[in-house]
């Protein structure tokens, strides 16, 4: 290489090095000091690219400070958001759909996990080998939760009558010991109690899925308020996008994130990342998850009529400008 060129090159790179210094400089200064933020968190394997995202700075690269409130269930937090305590919250599409009937102003902001890891897990001293063998016996449920809404799933499904079975209403908090202590025969749980009541029963847990292979899905929720000035939540989506990509280039490391924060079983951990997905959309299947389990109230509570326009209360705006491919919604 001649001397001409090599000098070529250097002026070059100073050029180009130059350039990208000045432009992170003036994103920086556009982005201006970090925007507050408020979060009600579940913790669940679920809330995982928030968890990484916090871990590797990505909120703070994105321009935010983000305040994170830890409560035990998806219920719960979005109790926290309506009150006005916290401008964001996680939880699962069933809870949002029951929600909004008493906090219209509720607003899906993205679907950030789907998993599939509801099961029924019985007690085989029981005499509980096969689903039909669950006819005459007690099962535990928390009514208004994954754990109802499956049940009635798996019993229709094979074909057992609701009438055939007692359904124990049991608080969430008492799901693993009620089937531990002998008090049901067999309990409708999600990943933590499925998980505990199988650890605890050893051999003598019989389990089957229970969600018929549909996803359900882990949301960020807002209140309609926040999306008129909706900065943060786009700061917050750019945050989680790189959290996604990040877990997708180093998915040991990003499970480990989790594992250290919560302080998860590697073995659960390795349970429930095999049925789980961490990604950041808006898809039409949220739309259908919402209405089926609308429409599944509706009947339970003995009303006619069609379940609400979800569109109405998803707010497509920061994901359409962040990720519009991530936005699959049929409008």
């Not at 909706?230 to 989790?258: Q, S």
């Not at 250290?260 to 095999?274: A, I, L, S, T, Y």
Request: with cysteine; glycine share 6%; aromatic share 8%.
């Amino acid at each position: 290489m001649t001397a001409r060129k090599t000098t070529l090159l250097a002026v070059l790179l100073v050029g180009i090095l130059a350039a990208c210094g000045c432009q992170s400089r003036e994103e920086q200064k556009q982005q201006g000091p970090p925007l507050k933020i408020s979060l009600a968190l579940a913790p669940f394997p679920f809330s995982g690219l928030i968890v990484i995202a916090d871990d590797r700075g990505f909120f703070k690269e994105s321009g935010l400070e983000v305040s994170i409130e830890e409560y035990p269930f998806g219920f719960v937090t979005l109790g926290v958001l309506s009150r006005g305590e916290a401008q964001l919250a996680t939880a699962n599409d069933i809870v949002f759909a029951q929600k909004i009937n008493d906090d219209p102003s509720l607003r899906v902001v993205a679907s950030i996990g789907l998993t599939n890891t509801n099961e029924i897990v019985a007690r085989k001293d029981r005499n509980i080998h096969v689903p039909s063998d669950l006819k005459g016996k007690r099962i535990g449920f928390s009514p208004d939760t994954t754990s109802e809404y499956y049940l009635r799933s798996f019993l229709l499904t094979n074909n057992i009558p609701p009438s055939e079975v007692t359904a124990v209403n049991i608080t969430p908090a008492r799901i693993v010991e009620a089937i531990v202590s002998g008090e049901v025969d067999a309990i409708s749980g999600w990943d933590t109690t499925v998980y505990g009541a199988k650890k605890q029963l050893g051999e003598n847990a019989a389990s089957w899925p229970s969600q018929n292979n549909q996803d359900w899905h882990w949301l960020l929720v807002t209140r309609e308020s926040l999306t008129q000035n909706p900065e943060p939540i786009k700061r917050f989506l750019r945050a989680l996008i790189k959290a996604e990509n990040f877990l997708l280039a180093h998915e040991d490391e990003a499970k480990m994130i989790i594992i250290r924060k919560w302080g998860f079983d590697p073995e659960f951990m390795r349970q429930v990342w095999n049925k789980t997905r961490l990604n950041v959309s808006l898809n039409q299947s949220l739309i259908t998850s919402l209405e089926n389990f609308a429409r599944w109230r509706m009947n339970k509570e003995g009303k006619g009529g069609d379940p609400p326009n979800f569109l109405n209360y998803i707010y497509t705006g920061a994901l359409d400008e962040i990720d519009p491919k991530a936005v699959t919604i049929f409008r």
